[in-house]
């Protein structure tokens, strides 16, 4: 079979591997479909993500067609479409007694530490496999997973009806995190560099959109709040000067959450965050998000609606890597369409 390998910086290989077969009698065989083209498959690509180890097969964010079920899979089916959690985790560690696997001790996740889905078949634990209704496109299930980020930072976030919500950031994960705060019931601000990229968050549900270079968030917020600063702030640019924002336009008892890698430090003083008691917490990955956002592409409550700009055949990934990388400001969602 045919696997997309990043062998090392800027080296992308498409060859023969041999196909994977089920070993164990929860195992699922799975024909690829669809695979998104992430930020993380880019900084694999680039050689700069520093949790993952060349070479390797990229891609986690998985559509495709159960072809063969182990002998005790119980919730999967030949013929289910189904989408891939692309977590696995020890179950025994401090994270995942209290609930939370995403942030596992030995976290391993598919197509960072092991091989992912960009290749035509593979196999993974039942566990890790979610059926999803079979008459829906292959384009819009692809993207569950991104999905389950926008899903976390909300959850993170404790996002509440009537709650207002600032969302750094107007890319493929803020308009995830957009429209699942949207389904909450919250007010959503956000901002972004790119008129074209705020636009496209007006169609699919903003109430305000501002052009960071144009207008000065703080003082946006603070007309658009009357002064009182956003319950939620959601950090998904992830550089120092918006986490630095993120905490001056938090409202009294508010909460920011953070998805950046960055690591470079902040100059945050202690006073807003004590004087407001403001919550700060991380966004990785997901917890539990998989059954939530099925059940909302099932009931067609969440589409792409747009953020799927481009589709390439799996012989044509390496222009796919290259447009992605040459036009980030052309491309929401690449998808690489395996036949």
């Known amino acids: 079979m045919r696997a997309v390998q990043v062998q090392k ?3 992308l290989l498409v060859q023969e591997v041999e196909k994977p077969r089920i070993k164990n009698t929860t195992d699922v065989l799975v024909k690829v479909k669809r695979i998104g083209i992430c930020g993380s498959d880019m900084h694999i690509y680039h050689g700069t993500n520093p949790l993952a180890t ?5 891609g986690h964010e998985v559509a495709g067609e159960v072809v063969e079920v182990g002998a005790d899979v119980k919730t999967i089916q030949v013929g289910d479409h189904v989408v891939v959690e ?3 985790y ?5 994270a995942c007694r209290k609930g939370r696997p ?14 992912g889905g960009m290749r035509e078949w593979f196999v993974l634990p039942e566990k890790q496999i979610h059926a999803v209704d079979s008459s829906l496109s292959w384009d819009e299930i692809v993207l569950a997973e991104p999905y389950t980020i926008g899903a976390q930072a909300v959850w993170r976030g404790q996002v509440e009806k009537g709650d207002t919500v600032l969302i750094q950031g107007a890319g493929p994960i803020g308009i995830c995190i957009l429209k699942m705060a949207k389904l909450q ?3 959503v601000m956000i901002t972004d560099l790119n008129d074209e990229r705020l636009a496209f968050a007006k169609e699919n549900g903003a109430d305000i959109i501002i052009n960071a270079s144009r207008e000065n968030i703080r003082d946006a917020v603070a007309r658009w709040t009357a002064g009182e600063g956003v319950n939620v702030v959601i950090d998904a640019v992830c550089l120092p000067m918006t986490f630095e924002l993120s905490i001056d336009v938090a409202s009294p008892a508010g909460t920011v959450v953070v998805l950046g890698f960055d690591e470079r430090p902040a100059p945050i003083s202690q006073l807003p965050i004590t004087k407001k008691e403001v919550t700060v917490v991380g966004s990785r990955l997901q917890t539990n998000q998989f059954p939530k956002v099925i059940r909302l592409l099932n009931e067609r409550k969440l589409t792409h609606n747009g ?5 390439f055949p799996l012989e044509k990934v390496q222009d ?6 040459k036009h980030p400001d052309k491309v929401r969602k690449a998808l690489i369409v395996f036949d």
Do not use: K
């Open 307 to 311: 953020l799927v700009t481009h589709t």
């Open 185 to 187: 019931g919250a007010t």
């Open 86 to 88: 692309p977590i696995r």
């Open 90 to 94: 020890c179950g025994t560690c401090y």
């Open 102 to 115: 995403n942030v596992c001790a030995s976290l391993s996740v598919f197509g960072v530490h092991e091989d």
């Open 320 to 325: 796919a890597f290259d447009f992605v990388e």
């Open 54 to 58: 060349l070479p390797r097969v990229v």
């Open 9 to 11: 910086a800027h080296q």
